[in-house]
């Protein structure tokens, strides 16, 4: 699977930003995704992640109660809704895609990773 994520921008503090995971070449709906962030110097966290039918959803304590995943399966797509943006939330952000059990914080569990769409959040 293929993945693409979009919806990245600038944003004020205490604003939305909604990002989407767009799958191709594969039915999204056979994986667990997940949201990933990375800030400048910073490895690589967990934000959140859905089961492959989105029955249940984890997001980080970081980001829990104002961060939110969900999917549409019919639309082959995941997304990320961020409210309530804090400058801290600034980073890059991944979606990745995995088949199998495990943990879904676990970032070496995901095999398949989209390029990145940059969130920036002004003070």
């Known amino acids: 699977v293929q993945l693409q994520a979009s919806g990245g921008g600038l944003a004020q503090a205490g604003g939305s930003l909604r990002l989407s995971c767009a799958a191709s070449?594969?039915?999204?709906?056979?994986?667990?995704v997940a949201w990933f962030r990375q800030a400048d110097g910073k490895e690589r966290e967990f934000v959140g992640a859905?089961?492959?039918?989105?029955?249940?959803?984890d997001t980080a304590d970081s980001v829990k109660a104002r961060f939110a995943v969900s999917r549409d399966n019919a639309k082959n797509t995941v997304y990320l809704q961020m409210n309530s943006l804090k400058y801290e939330d600034t980073a890059v952000y991944y979606c990745?895609?995995?088949?199998?059990?495990?943990?879904?914080?676990?970032?070496?569990?995901?095999?398949?990773w989209g390029q990145g769409t940059q969130v920036t959040v002004s003070s």
């Open positions: 990745a895609a995995k088949t199998g059990g495990g943990p879904r914080w676990h970032i070496n569990e995901y095999g398949y």
């Open positions: 070449e594969g039915t999204l709906s056979n994986y667990v």
């Open positions: 859905i089961s492959k039918i989105g029955g249940s959803s």
